[in-house]
Structures are given as structure tokens and as C-alpha cells.
């Protein structure tokens, strides 16, 4: 038999350093486990994000690739050349481009007027339904990214004024701010620009810059 003097038990102390040693092990491991999920969370945030700016760019290449010299009437009465944008012009960015698909055989063509604006640091696109319009004629929008600081777009004229430097740099010295008709001259139809680059400064991801150059039309 084991005389109860030999059945010793913990004291107060051990007791209480065995859960402090307990506490503190379920603290780091409640903590490497909360970063774990904080980090997997961000990249999966981070994923979509970068997921949602490239199709909404494809849109826009897509847009700009496509882009006919098909000038239009607007709701005014007014002939506005194929492509326009820019500080000066109501809509950052507006193209009549090709390529718009009839799944519905509707009674339309496959040309589209297309914008493109930032408002309330969002990125919106609208078109309209014919190209030339009448002034019932209303525009259908889509919000397409939110979270968008800056949306500028710049305008080469002519590709024989492109210029690169030595480190392979364009000098945009010679682009222009904005693509838009001269008003002293009414009967002039502006021709669309050799190239067109747009840049957007999404919140948290800086900035988003391509270059495209129009087809030769």
C-alpha cells in the first residue's frame, strides 16, 4: 500500500504557473493564428482587386483597340469627331468603336459610342443606344471600379512625333492633354489621335498606366 504521505499533489503555485505557461502558449498561438488569417484575408482582397482592375482595363483596351473613324451627331445637332477626351471635353474619354456585339439581332449596327468618366472616385462607362442621337436619346451607364483617386487620359497626334529617349522613356512633351474640336474652326472635323495613353491612381494600389496605339484609320 502507498501511505499517504507518498501521494503528493500540486501546490497553489504550480497550479498557477501551469496556467500562465497555458495562457501564454494560447495567446501566441490565438496570434500567429489571427496574422495568418489577417495575411490570407488581405491577399485574397488584394487578388480581386487586381481580378476587377483587369477586366475593367481589358473593357477599356478593348474600347480603345476598336476604335472607328465614324463621326457622330450628338443630341444637339452637332457633329463630334470619332474620338474626344481629355481636361477640355465633357466625358474624359469618348470613342466610337466597332465590334459591338448583336447576340439579340436588334435592328442596330455594330458600331457604339462609348464614354468613359470618373466621378465620386468612380470609374464609369456609358453608351448610347444609336449614334446618332436626338435629344430623348439617353445614355445607359455602368459603374465599372470604385476606389479610383485620378483618371487622366493623354493624346499623341501623329506617331512622327514620338519620341523616346536613351533609357527607352517617352518624352510626352508632345501629347496632348485633350482631344477636342477647334471651336474657331466649325467645318474642321478632327481625326482621331495616333495614340492614346490613360492612367488611373487606384486607392491603395498607386497607379495603373497603359499606352495604345489606334488602329490606322
Same mark, same amino acid.
Given at each position: ?26 495567446? @501566441? ?5 489571427? /496574422? ?6 488581405? &491577399? ?22 476598336? @476604335? ?19 481636361? &477640355?471635353?465633357? *466625358?474624359?474619354?469618348? =470613342? ?15 458600331? %457604339? ?18 449614334? *446618332? ?9 455602368? /459603374?465599372?471600379?470604385?476606389? =479610383? ?10 506617331? /512622327?512625333?514620338?519620341? =523616346? ?14 482631344? @477636342? /474640336? ?5 467645318? %474642321? ?6 495614340? =492614346?495613353?490613360?492612367? &488611373?491612381?487606384?486607392?491603395? &494600389? ?12
Amino acid at each position: 500500500m502507498v501511505s499517504e504521505r507518498g501521494i503528493r499533489g500540486f501546490t497553489l503555485i504550480e497550479v498557477l504557473v501551469a496556467m500562465a505557461i497555458t495562457a501564454v502558449v494560447a495567446m @501566441v498561438s490565438y496570434s500567429a493564428l489571427s /496574422a495568418a488569417l489577417s495575411s490570407a484575408e488581405r &491577399l485574397r482582397a488584394s487578388t480581386e482587386r487586381a481580378q476587377e482592375i483587369g477586366q475593367v482595363m481589358a473593357i477599356l483596351s478593348r474600347d480603345i483597340r476598336q @476604335v472607328a473613324n465614324r463621326p457622330v451627331i450628338d443630341e444637339f445637332g452637332q457633329r463630334m469627331p470619332a474620338v474626344m477626351g481629355g481636361e &477640355l471635353a465633357r *466625358d474624359m474619354l469618348t =470613342v466610337t468603336r466597332a465590334g459591338w456585339h448583336n447576340s439579340t439581332a436588334a435592328p442596330r449596327g455594330t458600331l %457604339q459610342r462609348v464614354h468613359w468618366w470618373i466621378q465620386d472616385e468612380t470609374l464609369w462607362r456609358g453608351y448610347f443606344p444609336v449614334l *446618332d442621337r436626338t435629344p430623348g436619346t439617353e445614355r445607359i451607364e455602368t /459603374a465599372m471600379l470604385g476606389g =479610383v483617386e485620378r483618371f487622366e487620359v493623354r493624346f499623341l497626334p501623329s506617331l /512622327a512625333r514620338l519620341e =523616346v529617349n536613351r533609357d527607352d522613356v517617352i518624352d510626352r512633351r508632345n501629347w496632348e492633354d485633350s482631344w @477636342v /474640336a477647334d471651336l474657331s474652326q466649325p467645318n %474642321q472635323l478632327l481625326s482621331p489621335p495616333a495614340a =492614346v495613353e490613360v492612367t &488611373l491612381e487606384v486607392s491603395g &494600389l498607386g497607379e495603373v498606366t497603359r499606352l495604345y496605339v489606334l488602329p490606322a484609320i
